[in-house]
């Protein structure tokens, strides 16, 4: 599986941007990015995912670069309950083998 | 969206002996995937519970020890036999429903190893 790398983690402001980074360099040309995030004490929830374009959906968009070798989750305006470690994935297109590889995640600390 | 339950929520049990855990989905999915996550790491899948048939585990991980069951398109257990401390995790059931990208996560097993 192709790898991703994220930052360990980050720290924002309550209602500014955030802007969470992913770099992917060994992305093939079938690999969906996703982005799930976790937030203490749950189960992780779908935030994303996107192929070449950028997407937006209600919980934030992803901007993909234009050699898909790096994208970026962008929440528009970050609030406390945005706080959790959010993890860039990349699914391959193998026939029938769907499944999602785990990384570390970033660590997202929201401040009042 | 999909809703999933597991049963139980935590459970604190004794080496040697085993914990079944129960993931039930509130729609019919096609595939259902089980997960560990130890404390403080990231989620690390076990295996793929297969509807009929018997699961499809990723390395490091054995049916012996991890028995799966999926008798149809909404449900399925993990069993941890023979537990041991090192086995004290957070377990999560997934499901994907159709070809959907997402996938849906239910809140965890916390287990607990004495």
């Known amino acids: 599986d192709a790898k991703t790398t994220q930052p360990n983690s980050m720290e924002s402001n309550e209602e500014e941007p955030v802007h969470l980074p992913c770099n992917h360099s060994?992305?093939?040309?079938?690999?969906?990015i996703h982005w799930y995030r976790q937030l203490p004490s749950q189960g992780p929830e779908y935030v994303i995912h996107?192929?070449?374009s950028n997407v937006n959906n209600r919980m934030a968009s992803l901007a993909i670069a234009e050699d898909r070798k790096s994208s970026t989750l962008i929440l528009h305006r970050a609030t406390l309950r945005d706080a959790a470690v959010y993890y860039c994935?990349?699914?391959?297109?193998?026939?029938?083998?769907?499944?999602?590889?785990f990384g570390k995640g970033t660590l997202l600390t929201v401040n009042p | 969206s999909a809703v999933i339950s597991q049963k139980p929520s935590r459970d604190i049990c004794q080496r040697g002996t085993s914990l079944t855990i129960q993931c039930q989905v509130d729609?019919?999915?096609?595939?259902m995937f089980w997960y560990r996550q130890q404390p403080g790491q990231s989620l690390t899948l076990i295996a793929t519970a297969n509807q009929g048939s018997e699961a499809t585990y990723e390395s490091g991980f054995v049916i012996d020890k991890f028995p799966i069951s999926r008798p149809n398109l909404t449900f399925s257990t993990l069993t941890v036999s023979n537990m041991s401390p090192e086995d004290s995790s957070i377990y999560l059931c997934?499901?994907?429903?159709?070809?959907?990208?997402?996938?849906?996560f239910g809140s965890g097993t916390q287990l607990s190893v004495l």
């Open positions: 996107g192929l070449t």
């Open positions: 060994t992305i093939s040309g079938t690999d969906y």
């Open positions: 994935i990349l699914r391959g297109l193998g026939g029938s083998n769907y499944k999602l590889t």
């Open positions: 729609s019919q999915v096609t595939m």
């Open positions: 997934s499901g994907r429903s159709g070809t959907n990208e997402k996938l849906f």
